[in-house]
Each structure stands twice: as C-alpha cells, then as structure tokens.
C-alpha cells in the first residue's frame, strides 16, 4: 500500500497535467447518475411502471428484492409506539447532543427565512407536504434527519414524511427513529431506493403524495428524483459527497489528510486537496498513507482516494482558485493560515465553505446550523445548500383599481397588439367602455 496512493499526486509540472485534473472531476459527476446508454435507466423505468400497474404489491416486492426484508403494506409504516420506544431508550448524553444541534440549526434557519418579508405584491405560503430520504447504510444517518426537517419546520411545513430501507435488523436505526420523534416526525416509512420516491408521489395508501422531495441517497434514488422532477420538487441531483481542501504551507499535513479521509470514507466520497506547496502534497500523501491503515474501513476507503480522490499542485494561487471555482465543490475548507478569508473572498461556487483550520467539514455536517444537505458535481454554480427558504413559495399579488387600470390602459393594448393578442386587447378595452 505504500505506493498505492501515489498516483493521487498530480502536479502541474505533468505533462498530462490538465487532462488528469478534468478526468477525475468528470468521474465524480458520473458517479451521481446514470449514463444515458446506461442499461439501469430501463430498469428504473420497469420499476416505476411495475409500481403505477400494482401499487403497494410492486413496492414490496422491490424492498424484498433490493433490500432484503420482506414486508406487507401494512407494515411499511413504523408504529408510532416503536418512535416512541426508540426515544425512551436512546443515550440521553447523546439525545442531548441531538437536542442541541436541532437548536443550532433551528437558529440559523430562523435568522436566514425571508418568508416573513412582507411586500402587497407577493405572499408567500409553505410547502404543505413534504418526503425526506433518509440513507440507510450500515450505520445510522439521524444528522440528515435534522438537517432536512428543521429547515421545513422553520418554513412552516406542517406535514415531513420519512422513508429510508429497512436495512437494521428489518427496520430503521433507532437512533434515526429517536430523532424522528423528538422533532414529532411521526409518518416514518421503512422503504427506501427508487420504489420509495415513487411511492412519494404517486401516494398510493398508507402512504400519500408528497409535493418535495429532499435528502441525499444513491444514483437510484438520485435518478428517481430526478425522473418525478417537474411532478413534484426537488433539491437538487447529489452525488458522492466531496471535499476540496485548499491548503498552502501553513496548514497541517495531519488535519489535511484527516479531513480527506472523513469524505473519503463515505465510498463512495471525493476527497481532493489543492495547493501550490510540493513539500505540502508530500507530506499530505504521507499522512493519507499512514491514517488510512487505522480506519475500520481502510480497504474502501484505498480504493475511493484512488477513483476520486487526489493532491494537486498549482503553479500559483490565481490557477488554483480559477480551478477550484470550476469544480464548485460540495465543501470546501480553506487551510491557509492568515491568508484563509482572503481565499475565501474569492470562491464564487461551493456548497460551503469552512475557513480555518478548525473549521472542518464535521462542524458543519452536524453542528454549526447551515443545512448539509448541499449541492455536489460542479451543480453548486447553479444550486445552494437546502434551506428554510427551500420549503415556501411565492404567489405574486396583482390588484389594480379602475383609475389604475385606466392609466396603464392604452400602453398594455399596444403591447397586446403588438404580440396579436387581441383577446387580451380587448379585455382592458371592454372595461374603458362605460
């Protein structure tokens, strides 16, 4: 393993340099859908019409299939009574850990929603009904609980419903379940993967048609949300998560390679690190190669820094600034000593970004307030971290008297006129008449 990893170092001194850097982006981005040849699409159709043609028969014929538990319709609902249970037994060091992140983010949603603005030409209203995607690997994901229902909950959401696969001991982590509870979610659904997002909007009993579905997952479930786009709301096409470190010779070797590893060791996760310092991309990799041996999970997390993973050295900040703006990386932690706000000044396209060297990514993925659930693949040019204000939506209030609309009269039947549109013309001429 001890030369494994070296091939993660790419410096601009390469003479594929270029190539190299924009190959391994273009691998992240695929690893959030499918290719449009890509036989998968086809099964993902063959599901969905399975499902329209049988219902709740389809969607738990795929939980057996895809997650291996065999459950009835009935059963797909988690009992109020084991929320309730989960809550009852959870270490209460921990539910009050809980506590206080929910109180964190709660705060910083309140101080960000623009829904109360008032303004007589627009009003704005909640989502009334809303699904979140909760992942259910080998372990518990409760933080992406908190980070999707609180934003709704500030907006004014009055109905948040779970799913996630039943994939601890036939159900959903309890710790999951707990958190549910303590944020009185109690429409919790043991299914999950692309029968699941189905199953939100088509609303086939006991499960009801939802209007937004937000929360992370993997390409089927990414490829589902995409697919209902336009049918119901989403918060964007997520992907691994990913890490671009910007790093210059003040920075600590050891806390770099940590803080690649923490996204490393989702596997799949994009972990990469920029800087204009070879001794520092030395010293990194040598860190990378040392930690990586205590994770539980080394192996994976080996063959993720090998597929999305790298070390690239600049010639100078301009480029690397240029490029890390091109990659609008999901989080982006910025490692430069006294020059850290500076750089941060001028990145134009991240999910987040961590300033500092104790402000890693874990800060933000359960503590500091801003939702986690962000835009991955270059999509943060165009997307912005999940929100309170990602759950209203505006109505446009128009209201106009007779002397208002008299004056602007003559101007609106030129430009109906205009657009031969004489219907319209005469909807504004009819009311000058009398």
């Known amino acids: 393993m001890s030369k494994e990893l070296d091939k993660i170092l790419i410096s601009y001194k390469q003479a594929n340099f270029e190539e190299r850097v924009i190959g391994l982006r273009v691998q992240v981005i ?20 399975e499902i329209v043609t049988r219902k709740n028969a389809a969607i738990a014929e795929f939980t057996e299939k895809f997650d ?26 921990l539910l009050a850990s809980i506590r206080q992140a929910i109180a ?19 009003k704005y209203t909640p989502i009334k009904r809303v699904g979140i995607c ?23 959401v009055k109905e948040i419903v779970v799913v996630s696969p039943p994939r601890y001991k036939g159900s ?25 997002v189905a199953a939100l909007v088509y609303g086939y009993e006991p499960i009801r048609k939802v209007d937004k579905i937000v929360g992370p997952g993997n390409q089927w479930v990414q490829m589902a949300k995409k697919h209902f786009f336009g049918f119901i709301d989403i918060d964007s096409i997520a992907g691994p998560s990913e890490v671009l470190i910007i790093a210059n010779d003040k920075a600590n070797p050891a806390w770099v390679a940590a803080d690649m590893l923490s996204q490393a060791e989702h596997a799949p996760g994009s972990a990469m690190m920029f800087t204009i310092s070879q001794e520092l ?42 490029k890390a703006n091109d990659f609008a990386p999901e989080h982006l932690e910025i490692q430069c000593g006294d020059e ?3 750089i941060a ?75 031969g549109l004489d219907a319209h013309a005469k909807s504004i001429k009819i009311r000058q008449q009398d």
């Not at 986690?372 to 209201?399: Q, V, W, Y």
Request: hydrophobic share 40%; aromatic share 8%; charged share 25%.
């Open 281 to 322: 991309a030395e010293e990194v990799l040598l860190e990378l190669k040392t930690q990586v041996k205590q994770l539980k999970r080394s192996r994976e997390t080996i063959d993720c820094l090998k597929k999305f993973g790298c070390i690239v050295v600049f010639e100078n900040m301009n480029n690397l600034i240029e």
């Open 345 to 419: 000044d001028k990145i134009e396209n991240a999910g987040a970004i961590f300033i500092g060297e104790y402000s890693p990514v874990a800060v933000g993925d359960y503590w500091a307030g801003p939702s986690h659930t962000l835009p991955t693949g270059t999509s943060a040019k165009f997307f912005s971290a999940l929100s309170a204000n990602d759950f209203i939506k505006s109505t446009s209030i128009i209201e106009y008297d007779k002397k208002k609309l008299a004056e602007s009269a003559e101007d609106i039947v030129r430009l109906a006129e205009a657009e």
């Open 30 to 49: 695929s690893a959030s859908r499918f290719k449009t040849d890509d036989e998968r699409n086809a099964q993902l159709n063959e599901i969905f019409s």
């Open 104 to 122: 964190n983010v709660r705060k910083y949603q309140e101080e960000i929603f623009t829904g109360s603005f008032k303004h007589p030409g627009i």
């Open 134 to 156: 909760v992942p259910g690997a080998s372990t518990p994901l409760p933080s992406t609980v908190i980070m999707c229902a609180v934003p709704a909950q500030v907006a004014g």
């Open 68 to 93: 291996g538990v065999k459950l009835t319709p009935d059963q797909f609902r988690v009992d109020e009574a084991d929320l309730k249970k989960a809550h009852n037994e959870i270490d209460k060091e």
């Open 340 to 342: 850290s706000r500076e």
């Open 172 to 196: 959903i982590h309890p710790v999951t379940l707990a958190v549910c509870c303590e944020l009185k979610i109690n429409e919790v659904y043991r299914i999950g993967g692309a029968q699941a």
